[in-house]
C-alpha cells in the first residue's frame, strides 16, 4: 500500500514496473541511450517555468532547492549538456530519459529493499539519510519524500542508498515528482514513461 499526504501542490503518479530479467542481465538498447541526450526528440521539453514550478513544490515545505541541493531534474540537464550522461541501467536509464525531458524530478528504488507501508510526505526537521555508495549523507527537513517502515528512502534531489536499484533488481518503485502548477504534466510524462518501459518488455502496474 501507497498513501499519499494531503499537500497542495503535489501531483505524483507512482508506479512498480516488472522486468523480464534482472537488470544485469537486459542492458540499455541504442534507442534508450540515444534518448539521454538534450536534442533526442521527445514528447516533452523542460523549460523555465517548469523549473520555476518544480522547485516551488519542494520549497512549500521549507526546502531550499538551490545549490546542491535543487531537483534531480536540474542536474540532468547539465549532464546532459556536459555529456556525463551516461548509462546507468535499464530502469534508471528510463528514469533519466523521462526526468531529464519532462523536467520533473523522478524517483526509482527497489521495493525489494524496501519495507511496507510506503508513504509520501514531507520530511520531519532533522531528518537524513546516505544517498551514496562512500556514504554522504543529504539534509531532508521539509522535503517531501517517500517513506517506508524505516523512514524516507527517496526524493525529488536524491534517492536513499539502501533502497537503490541494483544488479539483480526485477522489479521498481517509480514516483513522478509533478506540480499541479503544471496540469497534465505528470500525466503526459508517466504515459510516455509507460511505453518505453513496455518498449523493453516490462509490465507496468500504477499504485498511485
Request: charged content about 20%; overall charge neutral; hydrophobic content about 40%.
Amino acid at each position: 500500500m501507497l498513501t499519499v499526504d494531503p499537500h497542495p501542490l503535489l501531483d505524483t503518479v507512482a508506479f512498480e514496473a516488472t522486468f523480464p530479467k534482472p537488470l544485469s542481465e537486459q542492458p540499455s538498447p541504442e534507442w534508450l541511450v540515444a534518448l539521454l541526450k538534450l536534442d533526442a526528440p521527445a514528447p516533452l521539453s523542460a523549460d523555465d517555468t517548469v523549473r520555476g514550478a518544480v522547485r516551488d513544490l519542494l520549497r512549500h515545505g521549507g526546502y531550499k532547492p538551490t545549490g546542491r541541493s535543487k531537483p534531480a531534474s536540474e542536474y540532468l540537464v547539465r549532464a546532459a549538456g556536459d555529456g556525463t550522461l551516461g548509462s546507468i541501467n535499464a530502469a534508471v536509464d528510463v528514469c533519466n530519459a523521462v526526468s531529464l525531458h519532462s523536467g520533473l524530478p523522478i524517483s526509482v528504488v527497489d521495493p525489494e529493499r524496501a519495507k511496507e507501508p510506503l508513504r509520501i510526505g514531507l520530511a520531519p526537521a532533522g531528518a537524513s539519510y546516505v544517498f551514496n555508495a562512500s556514504g554522504q549523507s543529504i539534509d531532508l527537513g521539509g522535503l517531501l519524500c517517500l517513506f517506508d517502515a524505516e523512514g524516507p528512502c527517496a526524493n525529488a534531489v536524491k534517492d536513499a542508498q539502501r533502497t537503490k536499484t541494483h544488479a539483480g533488481t526485477r522489479r521498481t518503485l517509480t514516483v513522478l515528482w509533478g506540480t499541479n502548477a503544471l496540469p497534465g504534466r505528470t500525466e503526459r510524462a508517466f504515459t510516455w514513461y509507460r511505453e518505453l518501459l513496455e518498449r523493453l518488455g516490462a509490465t507496468v502496474e500504477r499504485r498511485s
